[in-house]
């Protein structure tokens, strides 16, 4: 009987982590290696180089997502404070996509990053948001207005204060700016141009 490779799991592990708190670019094999106690050669035996270990880890937080969206779908009953309590279980996860949205500019972090918010918009949020302020656009104006929400929020939110009541302040915050402007008619009259 084959015994599960723990030593790879460990570098995923471990690199999930390190790529959520401090980047893509700051991504070590001899720090890893020091803090997992496997020596570098086992990452080079298991990854090969860079490009795949991050591929690997971005494949992780793909599984990560599709349980927050399904475990999200069903304990999540309103957007307020529902969302943000439940957000605050996965703080490393949160790290991981907030990463990915500060380095939208490698094509396959902005495709996470949009992969990953589509689906929880999809799954759940889009529903809660729409009945929390009370929004009668269609799905895909509903959703672009959340992915604006969320690209502030992200922009503006503090790693070091990963509290529900901090993150929801700061989407409510975001949400009445929103709101005023879409009923000043504004809105009304640049969607109109387009």
């Avoid at 180089?49 to 309103?78: R, Y």
Wanted: aromatic share 16%; proline share 4%; with cysteine.
């Amino acid at each position: 009987m084959s015994r599960p490779d723990t030593s790879k799991q460990k570098w995923i592990e471990k690199g999930y982590g390190h790529f959520a708190l401090y980047g893509p670019e700051n991504l070590s094999i001899n720090k890893i290696s020091k803090e997992i106690g496997s020596p570098r050669a086992s990452f080079y035996h298991h990854f090969g180089d860079m490009e795949v270990f991050i591929e690997e880890l971005l494949d992780k937080h793909w599984v990560i997502s599709q349980q927050f969206c399904s475990t999200g779908a069903v304990k999540c009953k309103n957007l307020f404070p529902d969302l943000y309590l439940f957000i605050e279980k996965y703080p490393i996860p949160l790290q991981f996509n907030r990463q990915l949205f500060l380095n939208r500019i490698d094509p396959a972090f902005n495709y996470l990053f949009l992969k990953t918010y589509n689906a929880s918009a999809r799954a759940f949020v889009l529903k809660l948001f729409s009945r929390q302020f009370g929004l009668h656009h269609n799905d895909e104006d509903t959703f672009n207005l959340w992915l604006t929400v969320g690209e502030t929020w992200y922009s503006r939110l503090d790693p070091d204060n990963l509290s529900s009541e901090k993150m929801q302040k700061l989407a409510q915050d975001i949400m009445d700016s929103v709101m005023k402007f879409i009923s000043s008619g504004l809105y009304s009259r640049i969607k109109s141009t387009f």
